[in-house]
Nanobody, 127 residues
Framework: EVQLVESGGGLVQAGGSLRLSCAAS????????IGWFRQAPGKEREGVSC????????YYADSVKGRFTISRDDARNTVYLQMNSLKPEDTAVYYC????????????????????WGQGTQVTVSS
C-alpha cells in the first residue's frame, strides 16, 4: 500500500523558513517523480514543485521560484521542500504526491496526473 506522510508544517512569520518532509513507503521510490502541491481555502490545488527520479531534475512554480527548494533522499525514501522567505500568500495545506514518470516538468501543475497523495500539512504565514 502506497503511503505518503507529510510533516514540518506550522506557523511562521513572514520572511521565515520551514522545511517540509514527505516520507514514502509501499512502492519503489526511485521509480517515481514526486510533486508538492498546495491548496488554500477557496482555491484550487496548485502545483508548487516536483522532482524526477534518477537525475533529480527539479521544477518550480513561478510563485515560489528562488524561494523554495525541493530535494530527495532515495536512501530514506523522503522528499523535502525547503521554503524560505515565506509570504502570507504561501499559507495553505501542502501535499506531496506520486507520479510514475521519469519526467514531471510538463505535468507539475496538474494534480490529476498524480497517483497517490498524502494527508497534507498546514503552513500558515503571518504578516
Amino acid at each position: 500500500e502506497v503511503q505518503l506522510v507529510e510533516s514540518g508544517g506550522g506557523l511562521v512569520q513572514a520572511g521565515g523558513s520551514l522545511r517540509l518532509s514527505c516520507a514514502a513507503s509501499g512502492f519503489t521510490f526511485d521509480d517515481y517523480s514526486i510533486g508538492w502541491f498546495r491548496q488554500a481555502p477557496g482555491k484550487e490545488r496548485e502545483g508548487v514543485s516536483c522532482i524526477t527520479p534518477s537525475d533529480g531534475s527539479t521544477y518550480y512554480a513561478d510563485s515560489v521560484k528562488g524561494r523554495f527548494t525541493i530535494s530527495r533522499d532515495d536512501a530514506r525514501n523522503t522528499v523535502y521542500l525547503q521554503m524560505n522567505s515565506l509570504k502570507p500568500e504561501d499559507t495553505a495545506v501542502y501535499y506531496c504526491a506520486t507520479l510514475r514518470r521519469s519526467f514531471c516538468g510538463a505535468t507539475m501543475g496538474d494534480p490529476y496526473e498524480y497517483d497517490s497523495w498524502g494527508q497534507g500539512t498546514q503552513v500558515t504565514v503571518s504578516s
